[in-house]
T-cell receptor
Framework: KAGVTQTPRYLIKTRGQQVTLSCSPI?????VSWYQQTPGQGLQFLFE???????NKGNFPGRFSGRQFSNSRSEMNVSTLELGDSALYLC?????????????FGPGTRLTVL | DAKTTQPNSMESNEEEPVHLPCNHS???????IHWYRQLPSQGPEYVIH???SNVNNRMASLAIAEDRKSSTLILHRATLRDAAVYYC????????????????FGKGTKLSVIP
C-alpha cells in the first residue's frame, strides 16, 4: 500500500505570494491533518479534515487554510507569505480520527520564503 | 492541553537496550499514550501506543506505570537506525464542536546511538 505523498517536496516563494501544497493520504484513510515544523517552534498542528469537513484548527492566522476533497486528498493554502512561514509542512493521514488511531506522515514539503 | 515531560537527550550504545522515559502527571482516564519518532530529514513515524496495559510490537515495548502518570518506551536493542527524536504524546479527546484529535508534539528526546 502506498504511503502518504506530498507535492511538491521543495518550494521557493517570495514574500507576498501565495502557495498551495497537496497531500494524498493512504488509500482508504479519511482523516488528514497538517502540521508545520520549524526549528524554533517544533511541530505545530495546523488543521484536521475528516470526510471533507474541517474538524479542528490550530492557532494559526487566517492566511493558512485548507480543504479536503471527496477522494480524501487535501490541499493547504498559505496566502500573503511571510518570511516566518518558511518551514517543513507535514501531512498525516489516519483511517478514522480517533484517539487510538495511528497517524501516518508524509515526507513533507519544504517551503522557503525569500 | 495535557502535557508530557521528556529528557532533552539521551545516549545509548549500539545493541544495548534503551529506556526512554516520559512523565504525564495530568493524564486523564481516556487519554492514550502515543510514541512517535522522527528520523533526520523525515516525517514522524508511529512507534507504539497504549492506554493502561503494557504493549509490545515489532519496534518497541511500552511500559505504563500503574497510576499512568509516567511511561517508558523500551527499544530492546538499539541500532544506528534508531537515532532519532522520540516524542511522547497524549491523545486527548476534547469536546469543542466536533471534537479534537490532533497530535500535540513537545520537544521530544533526541536519542544518539554510539557504535
Amino acid at each position: 500500500k502506498a504511503g502518504v505523498t506530498q507535492t511538491p517536496r521543495y518550494l521557493i516563494k517570495t514574500r507576498g505570494q501565495q502557495v498551495t501544497l497537496s497531500c494524498s493520504p493512504i488509500s482508504g484513510h479519511r482523516s488528514v491533518s497538517w502540521y508545520q515544523q520549524t526549528p524554533g517552534q517544533g511541530l505545530q498542528f495546523l488543521f484536521e479534515y475528516f470526510s471533507e469537513t474541517q474538524r479542528n484548527k490550530g492557532n494559526f492566522p487566517g492566511r493558512f487554510s485548507g480543504r479536503q476533497f471527496s477522494n480524501s486528498r487535501s490541499e493547504m493554502n498559505v496566502s500573503t507569505l511571510e518570511l516566518g512561514d518558511s518551514a517543513l509542512y507535514l501531512c498525516a493521514s489516519s483511517l478514522l480520527a480517533g484517539v487510538a488511531d495511528t497517524q501516518y506522515f508524509g515526507p513533507g514539503t519544504r517551503l522557503t520564503v525569500l | 492541553d495535557a502535557k508530557t515531560t521528556q529528557p532533552n537527550s539521551m545516549e545509548s550504545n549500539e545493541e544495548e537496550p534503551v529506556h526512554l522515559p516520559c512523565n504525564h502527571s495530568t493524564i486523564s482516564g481516556t487519554d492514550y499514550i502515543h510514541w512517535y519518532r522522527q528520523l533526520p530529514s523525515q516525517g514522524p513515524e508511529y512507534v507504539i501506543h497504549g492506554l493502561t496495559s503494557n504493549v509490545n510490537n515489532r519496534m518497541a515495548s511500552l511500559a505504563i506505570a500503574e497510576d499512568r502518570k509516567s511511561s517508558t518506551l523500551i527499544l530492546h536493542r538499539a541500532t544506528l537506525r534508531d537515532a532519532a527524536v522520540y516524542y511522547c504524546i497524549l491523545r486527548v479527546v476534547t469536546y469543542s464542536g466536533a471534537g479534537s484529535y490532533q497530535l500535540t508534539f513537545g520537544k521530544g528526546t533526541k536519542l544518539s546511538v554510539i557504535p
